[in-house]
C-alpha cells in the first residue's frame, strides 16, 4: 500500500505543547515538554489507510495527533512537502529518497512503511493476449505508472537492465503517469500497454481476470522494504519525543498488522475511512494482505538504501555525489532495534 501529496511552504512555526516519552513497545504516552509539536500535518492516500493513520486510530500514538491536508499519489511529491515544510511527514520509495538526500535535502527517514513480499508486491501486468512477452518486446510501448523516478520507474530499469536492453533501448520504453485507480482501466482500454499495480488495486485487478504478470518487483529482488517515512532533520532535533512517539506508533501498528487476523484488520480499515468520511470506495480492501514491510517494527537496513545508491550511481543519476546509506536514515527512534538489527 502507499500514500499522497501536494507543494511548497515554510517550515513548522510555532510549536504546541506536550509531547511523549517513550520506552520500549508500551504505547506513546504523554510527557511534559511544552515545546514539542503534537499535531502532525500529512497526505493520504484515497481509499487506504496508511500505518500513521492505523495508529493513530489504534491509540499507538498518544498524545500526538494527525491532520490530514490533503492526498496524493506520488512518494517524490510527498517527501518534497516534507522538506519544504507543506507536511510534517512524507514517505516514499527509498530510492527517491537518496536522490533527494543526494540533493542535500535536510531530510532523514525514520522508519519503513512498505515494501515486497511473496503476498504483497508491485507488479507490472499485461491483457492475456498481449504480444509482450519480454522485455525486449516493452521497447516502443507504455506503461502506466504511479509516478516518475520512484518505485515502479527504478523496478522497471532493474528489469529492462538485467534482460539485456541497452541504456539507448531502455529509453524508448516510455513511461506514463495514470493515477492509481484509474490504472487497470487505462490498461484493460488500450491507452497504455504495461499497467504498474499493487496492493489492492493489484489483487482486485487480477481477480477480474485477464491479465498476467510480466515481472514483479518480488521476483527481481526478494524480500525488502521499499520505502520510508521522512521527517526534516530540524524536526526532529525540536522535537525528538514527537519522533518516537510516531515511529513507535507506526512500528506498532506494522506488527499489529501483521498478528491480527485478516479479516479483523480488514474491518478496522473500513472503519477508519468510513469515519474520516471522503466519500471513498471501500471494496478494494478485501483484497488487502501486508504492507510488505520486511523489517520488525519498519526497522530499516543499509542494503534498503545501498541497493538504489548503487544502481542510482550505475544509471548516472548521482552525478557523481556521494551518498552514505547510514547517513540516510535512522533506527534510534524505532523500540524494536533493541531486538537486533534489522533484515
Known sequence: MRFHRSALAAVLA???????????????SSA???KQATELRYQGW??????????????????VKLKWIGNTISGPQD?????TGDIDFGGAFNGAIVKLAASKAPIKAVVAYYGANKDTF??????????IKSARDLIGKKIGVNTLGA??????KTYLARNGLTDAEIKQVELVVV??????QSLRQGQIDVASLSGVLRDKAVARGGVRALYTDYDLLGEFSAGSYVFRQDFIKKNPDTVRAFVTGVAKAIEWSRTTPRAEVIARFEKIIKARGRNEDTSTLQYFKSYGVAGQGGLISDKEFATWIDWLDRAGELKGKQVSAADIYTNEFNPYAANGAAK
Open 14 to 28: 510555532g510549536a504546541l505543547l506536550v509531547t511523549s516519552a517513550l520506552s520500549g513497545c508500551g504505547d506513546a
Open 32 to 34: 511534559a515538554d511544552s
Open 46 to 63: 484515497v481509499g487506504q489507510v496508511t500505518l500513521p493513520e492505523l495508529a493513530a486510530d489504534l491509540g499507538y500514538l498518544g498524545d
Open 79 to 83: 517527501i518534497q512537502a516534507a522538506t
Open 122 to 131: 508491485n507488479g507490472f501486468y499485461v491483457l492475456d493476449n498481449s504480444p
Open 151 to 156: 518505485h515502479a520507474e527504478a523496478i522497471t
Open 179 to 184: 493515477p492509481p485507480v484509474n490504472t487497470e
